[in-house]
T-cell receptor, first 111, second 112 residues
Framework: GQQVMQIPQYQHVQEGEDFTTYCNSSTTLSNIQWYKQRPGGHPVFLIQLVKSGEVKKQKRLTFQFGEAKKNSSLHITATQTTDVGTYFCAGKPSNTGKLIFGQGTTLQVKP | NAGVTQTPKFRVLKTGQSMTLLCAQDMNHEYMYWYRQDPGMGLRLIHYSVGEGTTAKGEVPDGYNVSRLKKQNFLLGLESAAPSQTSVYFC???????????FGQGTRLTVV
């Protein structure tokens, strides 16, 4: 079946260090979305990428969509304690109505 | 504007009991989804709907049924609850399949 894999599962960093999470799909995606879930909360939409090779930035966050539209990454520069949470990628396989989530990467930031 | 509302927020069931989780959205969204979240497993899609009167299976549909009789509501049913269905359930909706999904606050279900 269609799968979206995300690594790493956990990441502990010192405040100020960079952080990257990677997302890979077994099938071509029509788009990739990224969400953040704070502890005890619900997923909140961050961004969507649609075009092959697309790169978008939100302040310290950089999102990339691979050329083959099967992989994506989220990079956070100079992490802060407010970045703590679980980051999920979610993909919509072509020609389906499904929105499939990766397993998520939980980020801990030590002050 | 309430967004996506899930009821109940917490529930404890005995094995074999049935229940229905209600998801309501007031954004006139076409797409609605039910996910379960378990530690280390991320969000797994149970069922989804692309419009009123339509439903489709997701990744883990066994043991669950859904209905979308009204556009604003998406119901998730457990006919005979099992301990393996202990989880946090999230409902989400989106305007179209390729737009951002808005999530409810979640329902924490424990089956004993």
């Amino acid at each position: 079946g269609q799968q979206v894999m995300q690594i790493p599962q956990y990441q502990h960093v010192q405040e100020g260090e960079d952080f990257t999470t990677y997302c890979n799909s077994s099938t071509t995606l029509s788009n990739i979305q990224w969400y953040k879930q704070r502890p005890g909360g619900h997923p909140v939409f961050l961004i969507q990428l649609v075009k092959s090779g697309e790169v978008k930035k939100q302040k310290r966050l950089t999102f990339q969509f691979g050329e083959a539209k099967k992989n994506s990454s989220l990079h956070i520069t100079a992490t802060q304690t407010t970045d703590v949470g679980t980051y999920f990628c979610a993909g919509k396989p072509s020609n389906t109505g499904k929105l499939i989530f990766g397993q998520g990467t939980t980020l801990q930031v030590k002050p | 504007n309430a967004g996506v509302t899930q009821t109940p927020k917490f529930r404890v069931l005995k094995t074999g009991q049935s229940m229905t989780l209600l998801c309501a959205q007031d954004m006139n969204h076409e797409y609605m989804y039910w996910y379960r979240q378990d530690p280390g497993m991320g969000l797994r899609l149970i069922h989804y709907s692309v419009g009123e009167g339509t439903t489709a299976k997701g990744e883990v549909p066994d043991g669950y049924n859904v209905s979308r009789l009204k556009k604003q509501n998406f119901l998730l049913g457990l006919e005979s609850a099992a301990p393996s269905q202990t989880s946090v359930y999230f409902c989400a909706s989106s305007y179209q399949g390729a737009t951002e999904a808005f999530f409810g606050q979640g329902t924490r279900l424990t089956v004993v």
